[in-house]
């Protein structure tokens, strides 16, 4: 019968080797983000939908008043602030500085907690990079700081997550729904998880309307440019709840379901039930396209540490290759659309 080796020299190699392979991840992570970011700031896939909006806010910031009267949430424009008037830096700078810290956040935590977290990049970058990193900047820095104060409720912390959850909401409110849910699995056992989701969820439904009003009313109380900007938009085109993207997203959804992946762990179960509350919310505000897009998309994130959270096996791969598919399908739409340009 043969032993393993388990010598302090042959321990020693196999630390040194998984120090070096975490080495090189996080060093081959931190090239990725540098290049999405800096291609972010110098525009390499396009002008993109919002850029012209937040240049001509940034070429109006005065240096004797931080506050500009803006749509923007304070947290942006004390930022804007500094790197205009304090550094004296152009706006692209902004944004290669703002889209390397969400691209970072949000890759470490998927290098801390999911197996899969190469496969979390790739889907994450096709399906999340072009309308959030690439357009939607305010609302990118939002999702990083609530996604740190998830996961801090998971680790249950009590006050981190709340700091957290304020800084993002000081860059969109969007994410208020995500601080309330977060907030909820803190004080809320697991074994009640899926009622409090179901709960959660029969309210969006009966109290849409109601909810709609109260946020408006909520978003004209902090900026009447922010509730105005609101109410024009609902004359836009409806929410496809239907579209290729949200249909794969459900499949991957009922597949969880039925093959028991939701609720293996806390984590899992988690955020099934974000994933779940975020169709619910989309299919409520359809005809709010600004209010049900700009939620919906924060909480799709959690289809990401939903899906790759364990390794590809035969029971995770169906789930998997699902994300996968929405993800390619999203990036082909952002390019379609004109989101981003190849």
Same mark, same amino acid.
């Given at each position: =019968?043969?032993? !393993?080796?388990?010598s302090?020299?042959?321990?020693?190699?196999?630390?040194?080797?998984?120090?070096?392979?975490?080495?090189?991840?996080?060093?081959?992570?931190?090239?990725?983000?540098?290049?999405l970011?800096?291609?972010?700031?110098?525009?390499?896939?396009?002008?993109?939908?919002?850029?012209?909006?937040?240049l001509?806010?940034?070429?109006?910031?005065? !240096?004797?008043?931080?506050?500009?009267?803006?749509?923007?949430?304070?947290?942006?424009?004390?930022?804007?602030?500094?790197?205009?008037?304090?550094?004296?830096?152009?706006?692209?700078?902004?944004?290669i500085?703002?889209?390397?810290?969400?691209? =970072?956040? &949000?890759?470490?935590?998927f &290098?801390?907690?999911?197996?899969?977290?190469?496969?979390?990049?790739?889907?994450?970058?096709m399906?999340?990079?072009?309308?959030?990193?690439?357009?939607?900047?305010?609302?990118?820095?939002?999702?990083?700081?609530?996604?740190?104060?998830?996961?801090?409720?998971?680790?249950? &912390?009590?006050?981190?997550?709340?700091?957290?959850?304020?800084?993002?909401i000081?860059?969109?409110?969007?994410?208020?729904? =995500?601080?309330?849910?977060?907030i909820?699995?803190?004080?809320?056992?697991?074994?009640?998880?899926?009622?409090?989701?179901?709960?959660?969820?029969?309210?969006?439904?009966?109290?849409?309307?109601?909810?709609?009003?109260?946020?408006?009313?909520?978003?004209?109380?902090?900026?009447p440019?922010?509730?105005?900007?609101?109410?024009?938009?609902?004359?836009s085109?409806?929410?496809?709840?239907f579209?290729?993207?949200?249909?794969?997203? =459900?499949?991957?959804?009922?597949y969880?379901?039925?093959?028991?992946?939701?609720?293996?762990?806390?984590?899992?179960?988690?955020?099934?039930?974000?994933?779940?509350?975020?169709?619910?919310?989309?299919?409520?505000?359809?005809e709010? !396209?600004?209010?049900?897009?700009?939620?919906?998309?924060?909480?799709?994130?959690?289809?990401?540490?939903?899906?790759?959270?364990?390794?590809?096996?035969?029971?995770?791969? !169906?789930?998997?290759?699902?994300?996968?598919l929405?993800?390619?399908?999203?990036?082909?739409?952002?390019?379609?659309?004109?989101?981003?340009i190849?």
């Open positions: =019968m043969q032993f !393993p080796n388990t302090p020299q042959s321990t020693q190699s196999a630390t040194y080797a998984v120090s070096a392979k975490s080495i090189f991840a996080f060093c081959a992570i931190g090239l990725v983000c540098i290049l970011s800096v291609a972010a700031g110098i525009r390499s896939f396009g002008i993109g939908r919002d850029f012209l909006e937040y001509q806010f940034y070429g109006t910031i005065n !240096p004797y008043e931080i506050s500009n009267y803006s749509r923007f949430e304070i947290g942006f424009e004390v930022i804007s602030w500094v790197f205009r008037i304090i550094l004296n830096l152009q706006y692209e700078y902004l944004v500085f703002l889209t390397l810290f969400t691209l =970072m956040v &949000k890759f470490y935590l &290098k801390s907690n999911l197996q899969s977290y190469w496969l979390a990049i790739i889907s994450y970058i399906l999340f990079y072009p309308i959030h990193e690439y357009t939607q900047i305010r609302a990118s820095v939002a999702i990083a700081f609530s996604y740190i104060g998830l996961h801090l409720a998971l680790d249950r &912390k009590i006050f981190l997550p709340f700091v957290f959850f304020i800084l993002g000081c860059f969109h409110s969007s994410i208020i729904l =995500m601080a309330v849910l977060s909820t699995i803190l004080v809320i056992p697991k074994n009640y998880y899926i009622y409090i989701g179901i709960s959660i969820s029969i309210m969006i439904i009966l109290f849409g309307n109601i909810i709609s009003d109260i946020l408006k009313i909520y978003f004209a109380s902090l900026n440019l922010i509730s105005l900007y609101l109410e024009n938009s609902d004359f085109i409806e929410a496809n709840l579209s290729g993207t949200n249909i794969l997203l =459900m499949l991957s959804l009922i969880c379901l039925f093959s028991g992946i939701y609720n293996k762990s806390r984590y899992h179960l988690t955020f099934f039930v974000i994933s779940f509350i975020s169709f619910i919310w989309l299919a409520v505000f359809q709010a !396209p600004v209010v049900a897009l700009r939620t919906a998309y924060i909480l799709f994130v959690s289809f990401i540490f939903l899906a790759f959270k364990e390794k590809l096996s035969y029971q995770t791969a !169906p789930l998997q290759i699902l994300v996968l929405a993800a390619g399908w999203g990036f082909y739409r952002s390019v379609q659309e004109g989101i981003i190849l």
